[in-house]
């Protein structure tokens, strides 16, 4: 079943305040519901990817401000991977995104991200706890393709946010059981939706149009939230 696409989304050249930089896109609800969601993207992609352009349009039918963003070192480079000294530039980043939804919005913040995104998310709230009202974690990278003893983990212990993984049953970046061992480290929360046949980039031609739904209606779910349709 499609989604239908509540407002045309407004590109803002700049959305923050302040240093370091970030721009992306705002979807607006027609009803709103009063809560927003954050959303970046991976190390090899930027806003405008499939998966992020489709979960923002399908939140935002479903009543939440959404916010469409590319992260500092995207906005340095507009192609390749991220450098080892981005990291904490682009959690600056998300700061500045998650400041702006509040002050455009009354109800809880979120803070969301495919891989190296959703990494960066999960790295700040464990530090900056209370800063957004939940994570949601699209495709974490939990380790680099063919390195299983070098996981990603080390500040799952310090992550007292509510968190919703989603990862596909394919994914080299880590599989379904050791990710669920990793998030059991989580003292906060937590869900993991597995994603059948589906790698890192979560969308496939065969899920494409009914996975949106089913990841906003898990967010609705864990998060008890209520749906404007």
């Known amino acids: 079943m499609g989604v239908t696409i509540s407002a045309v989304p407004q590109e803002l050249a700049s ?3 302040g240093p370091p930089p970030i721009g992306g896109f705002i979807h607006l609800p027609k009803k709103p519901s009063g809560d927003a969601l954050a959303l970046t993207h991976g190390a090899g992609g930027d806003c405008n990817g499939a998966l992020l352009v489709t979960l923002a349009n399908s939140f935002a039918a479903a009543g939440l401000t959404v ?16 450098h080892p000294g981005d990291a904490e530039r682009d959690q600056e980043g ?7 939804l509040r002050q455009r919005n009354a ?15 999960s790295l700040l709230l464990a530090s900056r706890a209370g800063l957004a009202d939940g994570l949601l974690l699209l495709s974490y990278p939990l380790y680099m393709p063919g390195q299983p003893s070098r996981q990603r983990k080390a500040h799952f212990p310090n992550l007292t946010t509510p968190a919703l993984f989603i990862h596909g049953t394919r994914d ?9 061992a990793a ?12 994603v059948e ?23 609705h779910t864990h998060f008890h939230l209520d749906r404007r349709v």
Do not use: M, W
């Open 172 to 180: 080299p970046f880590g599989t379904i059981e050791e990710l669920q």
């Open 15 to 17: 959305v923050s305040p």
């Open 197 to 219: 046949t589906a790698g890192h980039s979560l969308l496939t031609k065969h899920n494409r149009e009914q996975l949106p739904e089913v990841i906003v209606q898990a967010f």
């Open 183 to 194: 998030v059991s480290l989580i003292p906060a929360p937590t869900r993991l939706l597995a």
């Open 67 to 82: 916010l469409r963003c590319d992260l500092p070192f995207r906005r340095r480079r507009p192609h390749g991977p991220p």
């Open 107 to 121: 109800g809880r913040v979120f803070l969301g991200g495919h891989s190296y995104g959703g990494r960066q998310a």
């Open 94 to 100: 998300l700061c500045q995104a998650v400041a702006l």
